[in-house]
């Protein structure tokens, strides 16, 4: 039974094999390479097309977010440098309150209605008032028990309502302070003194004064503001301290006033940066930088060195310069502009290559779905050449089906068998020529054979031992038949 099954699957296979088969022929020889490279090259042409023209797109994409960048940075630098100066404005406001406080308080000397305040003196640091008030204050060992450090020490007492009064209006300031020429600091809020000791920033015998003209300069003193620092008082991150100073009627020199700034929080708290490295930063006119908004983060880098002032002098433009520059990790679209009343230069900039990355990252969010649909196009093409082939076979089939029944009938012709009519004599085209030439052909070759059997016949019927006219009456009997001409 497994002989009997496998014959005609060994019949299929053979019809199936290229040296015995023209259709499997065609189809492994042409049709079959043919095919395979017209897919590749298809393939090939349409992913190198749209590589191309994703290329294109992602350049004009690219100077589309670099245009569109400068003017949002220019945008977010006005908008900055506006809100800074009202800021400053502020800051500028309350450090006019807090001299005039300090300056009133001085003057007035120490109110007897308020409690004594207690000093600790620890050995290696200055004395100190905890705060048990609303206030703290430090004494330097320098002028611990001299009659100016004790009236100033008392005098500043004054200072803890007024102090609370102007912190309580602004959210961003976190504390007011005095430092007395005579050695004496007073701070309100009353905080915890401690991390400001252990850190060092006041000396057993600290001084004060040194920053200001010992006697009232003309004109108006502008303040001083430092750079950014850790609030180890307040702990409202990092700070900078704005102060002026305050001179007796005389015109000497007797204290400073100062508030502290938590710009890191205001900074924080109006975050609108976009872009991968966009930074800010606060510049003094010395070129120092104050505040970078690197500072805030944890792993953030060092400032860029930028030159804000010769900017704005190339730029000649009093609104401000927006520039790209080089720099050595590339270039950098920057937007400066001085702020009024401080004399900073606000600074903003963002490295042109996250602007490119930013618009390539959504530019691949659009194109992944494009390229997945041309993906699943080329594997549906490769899904799709089996049925080419089969479509190939049955044409195939449909020609060669004929041609093998025309080799059959040749096959007969050649045996001798009687055959019925060839196939497909009714067409019209080649194989139907073909059908019809071996159909006379046939016919030909039979009356062939039929006309040497005749004559076999005559020659057989001539040599019979007979007499003469016997036998030429056989040799022409058997002759009519040939030629068709027997008498009746």
Known sequence: MKQASARPVGR?????????????????????????????????VSDRLAASTEADLGRLLEAEAVRQAKVELRRAADLRRADLEERAFELLQVLGEARAAVAGALEEGPDPGLPDERL????????????????AALVSRRSAGSAPALRDFAATRRLEPRFAEILAGHRFLSAAFVYCGSGVVRVVPGNDLSRILASGSFAPDFRV????????????QPPLITAAYPDLYSDRGRIVSALVPVYRRDGSFRAEAGVDWALGEWIGRGVFRRWTGEEERFVGRDGTVLFASSDLE???????P????????GSRGREGADV????????????????????WAYVRSVPVAAVKAAATGRLDLVLSEARRRRLRAGLGALALLPLVFLATALAARSVLTPLRRLAD???????GDESPPPPASDRRDEVGRLSTALSRLDGRVRRRIETL???????????APTGPPEACGRVARGVARLVGAEKA
């Open 409 to 415: 009938y040749a096959d007969g012709i050649t045996g």
């Open 306 to 313: 930028l030159r804000p002032w010769e900017l704005l002098e």
């Open 209 to 220: 004064g040194g920053r200001w003209p010992a006697t009232r300069p003309a004109g108006v």
């Open 12 to 44: 299929l296979l053979g019809k199936l094999g290229p040296r015995r088969s023209l259709g499997a022929r065609i189809l492994v020889l042409v049709v079959g390479p043919v095919a395979v490279a017209l897919g590749v090259a298809a393939w090939a």
């Open 298 to 304: 944890e792993d953030g880098a060092a400032a860029r």
């Open 324 to 343: 790209e520059v080089p720099s050595a990790d590339g270039a950098l679209l920057v937007a400066v502009r001085p702020v009024a009343g401080v004399d």
């Open 120 to 135: 600790e003196d620890e050995p290696g640091r200055p004395l100190v008032a905890r705060g048990a008030h609303g206030s």
């Open 453 to 463: 059997g005749g004559i076999q016949r005559v020659v057989r019927e001539a040599s």
